[in-house]
């Protein structure tokens, strides 16, 4: 259960702040799901825009960086994090950009041995290789 | 400094287990630079061995990731880690399969708005919507 | 589920040193309530005292910081941390201590913020600035 | 050293953005000081525009919590965290607002005292009480 | 529930892959029991066996570590990641192993301890004593 | 450098709380040296003693664990939350006790091992089996 309420639609209908919000968000996405982390954050109509523009400006704008490897990259750090519900919200916005079994499979791999070699790597304190600072 | 000694040229050369594994690294990368990383594992053989046969098959082997997506997934997983060798290493790595300064900032604005947002619903414990539940 | 024995009252009455604390956490609460982490930490009674008294004294005593900013910083570790049991309850306390909801928000909005800009920093290996030192 | 490069003031000045980014700071600052995760994000002109603009509201703008708990707010976080220059630039922000070196070692307290039980709390498992959750 | 499918014995009997290290998992634990952790990297063969590989031969093999001695060792890391499955899973394996309740408690005490000893260490950033480096 | 003042021995003497705790320090270990954390620590002398005397309880006493398996666990802890400083005084402290160079690795390699299965099982959101909750 979470810490702060979920507003219903019918609360968000009352709040033009968060109306635009869920509105656009529903524009963009093309549905009309609007999850519950947008529900959390419009206890603050200011962070639920600002953190909906700049989810949509570098997940969804145009950028250097196509859309699944955006994805790829998000559910990565979710899962460092330890975080269960980004996990699950990402993997499923990654699967609907098209992410095949075999390359979730991948990307958890990647996720499984970076995290065994940075544990690793911490614990041995190895000194950062001069090659690598060259040029900066 | 780091808490384990790091092996030199001639060391390695005394012992066969572990030239094995540099002389790999060498001709996979067809050059002569052992990192330092590889230098502490070899305290021990056997990691060292297995460490490199999984690194091998999983970042450079066939896959259904590109090369430079899985750099820039090992670059996210460090980043949230907080592991300043793995971060230099591969972003070095990335850099040298050609990712572009563009797809570097790219990179780093996922990397951060995913750590804000899964800091944000960690607070709120934002409950799992069931719709990204079906069908598992 | 607990990866430990949560004790019940019948036991805690029969543990004199237990008792003792689960007497003083009533006592300096006002409240019957002994809230399951005392119940689980029971198992060690010196761990179970050395807990008590230090967050008595921490959270609780006189103090540079007032009580209600105590509860905020605690809040916000747990949510770095990812510890949900200690959101839950932290939060709990903070209300308790008179958090309003729209300073609830602000919590939320700064742990989002300085997560995001502690990933962006570490990922970019920014060097601290040498004004930072200065008289160090 | 950075993964990217830190902007010198010349460069700036021959960047609309940037420039745009860097005289606000200067403004509202009242300080001719660029710390380096400026300069560092000065290679993404969206993302230091978005940053600080950010930063400006949630730190510097009206709010329910004061200056000074934020800034004790973040550098919990960024310890947490483990963002060594977040800990350090943060740090000097909140003695430039008034922290008190009582207040400082309170802070510090807390943060030792939270991280300890968020442990305790994980490895044990701790389910959350009903009485948390009530109301939500 | 998780983001991959859970293999059941049924499909696992039908791929060579994932049979050959189902039965290796039952033949070295002597039980028929599979935990879930298995069942989910079943979706990657390549994957699970390797991760069984390493676990047999680091967990269960010869080495200068006794069994327990990994347990509370795998126990401590898990808690310190927040990983709530590896938490359950390898508490019950360490209490397969012998680990009494004392020890346990003395574990969780240690984890407590360290946990807020690294984030004092952290939030003072109390630079490594010389001596801490001799030799090295 | 730290964000705090590090103590000489001279203001140490001239302040009674803290000269008791270096004295203890001292008396115990059978050494002169005082380590950068207490000298940090002394900042806050209630926070001094009451670290030092749990960390003397924890980590010196009599207890479960035998006195190098704590310094294991520790160095483990503090390698999964990345403690530089931690992780070299504890290894220092572990060798002390007689850590061998075979125990080092093999301690590693769990820690690697752990932090990649803990990650895969974050990852992939693995539900706890029935099996493990049995009892409980």
Request: contains cysteine; negative net charge; hydrophobic residues 45%.
């Amino acid at each position: 259960m979470a810490t702060v309420r979920l507003w219903t639609d019918d609360e968000a209908e009352k709040d033009p702040a968060v109306k635009a919000v869920f509105d656009d968000i529903r524009r963009v996405r093309g549905s009309d799901f609007i999850n519950n982390f947008w529900r959390a954050l419009a206890n603050d109509a200011a962070s639920l825009k600002h953190t909906w523009e700049s989810l949509k400006a570098i997940m969804g704008g145009e950028g250097a960086l196509d859309p699944l490897t955006r994805e790829l990259i998000y559910i990565a750090v979710s899962a460092a994090n330890g975080c269960s519900y980004c996990i699950h919200s990402h993997t499923a916005a990654a699967k609907q950009k098209g992410m095949t079994d075999a390359q979730h499979m991948h990307l958890l791999a990647i996720v499984g041995m970076a995290s065994e070699t940075n544990a690793l790597v911490t614990a041995m304190q190895v000194p950062v290789d001069r090659e690598f600072l060259v040029g900066e």
